[in-house]
């Protein structure tokens, strides 16, 4: 039998730390050349120099560099925590009402909804996220409390919270927002008041966290399901693959398929300009620099991880 030639990936003898010390360095000259999310009005007072990455393994370490403690607007990174909490306890049937598929449109685009009759491509485009918002919202007795409260404790803590001046922000802004879930309703996938739907909504992409915070609470996609901060099983092997798969194929926008080509991982971000992502079996990496690229990624945070997972030399692929 001809020998196979392997190539070995050190983990255990990796250097994190100077690995992240060399992204920002790299990285700088790309922070004030995206443009800060605007159509959100509180966030486009958000400073295009910030700059953080975290890394969280499997192993316990954390590492930071750059502003790791300040918060920043997690906004549609918070759809995955959402679409954790629904798929936990309602299982396949949450797919009666969501499609598995990426949009190729923007993340809060009208047409695709109209044509395919009120089924949101997926849930984290905004269509898709509302209708799991409106589930969460005939699940939970005290929505905004319970749903922080999973968010606290997939990453370990207990004080991660709510901006309410960027909340009040998009309800004031949200007209495109307004109009997709007054059209989900049209269609019968919205069982709760459209108001009640908004405001959950609003709150919950008005989440704010830190990079170190971010890569903790997302370290359970890498840990088959089980929140490796106290043990609990979030979701079966089985529903983490495809969370995963969801992330890979629909997570940043309608650029996921340049993210899967430049980065290799499965990953969500937000127009806050977050970014955080997993290796399966290995850790969670996360990014924020506010400075968006066209598709609506972070700039610098999409080269950042790029950078990561081409010195580190892994990928899901
Ligand atoms: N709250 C934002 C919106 O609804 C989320 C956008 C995002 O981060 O993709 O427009």
Redesign the pocket.
Known sequence: MPKIHTRSIENNSMNYQQILEEIAVEVNPLLNKGKV?D??PALAEVDPNNFAMSIATLDGQLYNVGRSNTKF???????VYSLVAAFSALGTEIWNRIGKEPSGTP??SLIQLEQECGIPRNP?I?AG?MVITDMLLSIYDHPKNDLLDFVNALAGQNDIGIDKTVAQS?KKY?F??AALVNFLKSHDNIDNEIEEVLDL??CH??ITMNTEELAKSFLFLANGGVNPHNGQVILNHSQTKRLNALMLTCGT?DEAGEFAFRVGMPGK????GGIVAVIPGTLAASVWSPGLNQK?NSLAGVQALELFTTKTKMSVF
């Open positions: 999310a159509y959100i607007s997690i906004q549609s990174i918070s759809k993340f809060n984290f905004n996220a998009e949200g495109k927002n909504y609003f992409c008005a926008y971000s937000g127009v806050g609506g």
